[in-house]
């Protein structure tokens, strides 16, 4: 198999001729992860964007606006064909199946528009209706470009900079909220923060060398232990608590991302830019109540 080519930021994907039979573009399998992956694609981009037009409606003044119901169908159909466009992108889509992918997310929600604006449908009609519209037309669209070659894909390095980071920007837009209206978790939050390691090590099955185990039970065990105190004192003491055990947490990430032992790096990545905004954040909200 002709094996991918990479020159400075230009990728050349070998075309489908050289790839294994199940790899085909024809394969109804290769098809079906397709269309999975741009269900995944547009779901990130609902939950990663959402925030940013919440925050855009709030400096705008045009809450009211984004809140009705066909403004609100077309900014998701943007969510998503955003989240849609970058992978399909970085999996060598030529740009024709990209826009005809993106009309198949619009066109559905436009048809709705006239019948929602004369009364025939309501908020929620609409909303149903678009999405189940908007299902046979991305089979459609995935059928009619099955056996198209991919493209070759022209990176700028600042780009390519940018994705290596990418666990670092999931982290700052999933705090969006916490930006904007600082608060301080629940103590119960940091039962979560060993529990995610404790579970990737079960699933990658990477708890297996000497003292990886004894050292994860023991994190959990000092957080349970920390999520206990702090939900007996209650109060300031255990809202200082809690950043204190977010911050902590984050710690534990960079050693876990310098070893990559337990959890794969981009995961600690994430992790550990999560902890710290979220730890920074609370006791931004902790010495705000001060004046």
């Not at 694609?41 to 809140?67: E, F, H, Q, S």
């Not at 969510?79 to 199946?97: E, I, L, P, Q, S």
């Not at 019948?115 to 009619?144: E, F, I, K, N, S």
Request: aromatic share 6%; with cysteine.
């Amino acid at each position: 198999m002709e094996k991918t080519r990479m020159y400075a930021d230009t990728i050349v994907v070998p075309p489908p001729a050289s790839l294994p039979i199940h790899q085909r573009g024809g394969s109804v399998r290769r098809l079906l992860w397709h269309l999975g992956e741009m269900a995944l694609a547009m779901v990130a981009g609902m939950l990663l964007l959402g925030p940013l037009w919440k925050v855009a409606g709030i400096a705008l003044g045009a809450t009211g606006a984004l809140a009705r119901p066909d403004v609100a169908a077309l900014v998701m159909a943007t969510n998503m064909t955003a989240g849609m466009t970058v992978w399909m992108r970085h999996r060598a889509h030529h740009w024709r199946g990209v826009v005809e992918m993106a009309a198949a997310m619009y066109v559905p929600f436009l048809l709705l528009l006239v019948p929602l604006w004369t009364g025939l449908l309501d908020a929620d009609a609409l909303m149903v209706g678009g999405h189940l519209l908007m299902v046979p037309a991305m089979v459609l669209v995935a059928v009619r470009h099955r056996h198209e070659a991919p493209a070759p894909v022209r990176r700028h390095p600042a780009v390519v900079a940018l994705a290596r980071r990418w666990p670092t920007g999931l982290a700052l837009l999933v705090t969006v909220d916490m930006w904007i209206d600082p608060g301080v978790l629940s103590p119960w939050t940091m039962l979560v923060l060993p529990g995610g390691y404790l579970v990737i090590g079960l699933v990658r099955r990477t708890l297996r060398g000497p003292g990886v185990l004894a050292t994860q039970l023991l994190g959990l065990a000092g957080w349970v232990a920390l999520t206990l105190v702090a939900v007996t004192v209650g109060g300031r003491t255990a809202a200082w608590l809690v950043a204190f055990g977010w911050l902590a947490h984050a710690g534990w990430d960079l050693v876990h991302h310098r070893t990559a032992r337990v959890v794969p790096r981009g995961y600690a990545e994430w992790c550990g830019v999560l902890d710290t905004a979220l730890a920074g954040m609370m006791i931004v909200a902790i010495l705000g109540t001060d004046g």
